[in-house]
């Protein structure tokens, strides 16, 4: 065999859904708690800087933070090695259908529960990550409202008299107590909370660990297809091969039967 032909042999073994599903799951993975690790550390520093300068107001919300963060570390570090038994059932089962396609097949009850198994886990984890996107809506939306809030204050078109009146008061969306002081920021501190590194960078990168969020969703939803399909033709593949054997069964008995009757024929004659 040449290294064409072996090439081709082992590029035919590669299960390229599972393939391509888990670099979506890495990337995915990757910008959500990359980026949302820093970006909560950023409103923190925001929060102690402009809008609750006494410790002991947010000393719940920092905890809050702290807890977050490791919860990103649990995610990045269960996603890596999920994804990689998902790429190796992939693997099993891309396996299992060239031997079917050889008349080799051999899969067995237990691998057909380990993927029923990652089946059911996967949806688990998808309905999880669902929800991880639609909380991760939830600071871009603040962010965005004071982003909107300060280009209107910049806007030449706005004709503000009272920019003082003009004020984003983080306490209404219960992220600090309502004693925290100053709570709020109005007309010219808020435009200066806006030009400041924290914000800018917090509000980026809350967008991109929102669509890093969505795009494991979506990952998950393709193993999703991936997995019912390998199983439903497994079941299937199974299935089939059970009628062939009591077919080849069946058709040794009768030419068994049938050369039985010839011998008791030719006994008779002779």
Known sequence: ?????CCIKCLGGVPYASLVATILCFIGVALFCGCGHVALSGTLTMLDNHFSTV??????????????????????SFFFVYAILLLAEGFYTTSAIKKELQSDFKTTACGRCITAFFMFLTYIMFLAFLAIFGFTAIP????????????????????????????????????????????????????????????????????VAFAGAGATVIALIHYLMILGANWAYLKSAVSTHDYQDIKTKDDQDLEAEARSKEGQNSSSYS
């Open 55 to 76: 410790t002991t107001d947010h000393a719940t919300l920092t905890m809050v933070i702290q807890i977050f963060q490791y919860i990103i570390y649990g995610i990045a």
């Open 1 to 5: 065999m040449g290294c064409f032909e």
């Open 140 to 207: 871009v939306f603040l962010f965005f409202n004071m982003w909107t809030t300060c280009s209107a204050m910049r806007s030449p078109d706005a004709n503000i008299t009272s920019p003082e009146s003009i004020c984003v008061d983080v306490r209404q969306y219960g992220i600090i107590p309502w004693n925290a002081t100053p709570g709020k920021a109005c007309g010219a501190t808020l435009g200066d909370i806006c030009n400041t590194s924290e914000f800018y960078l917090s509000y980026h990168l809350y967008i």
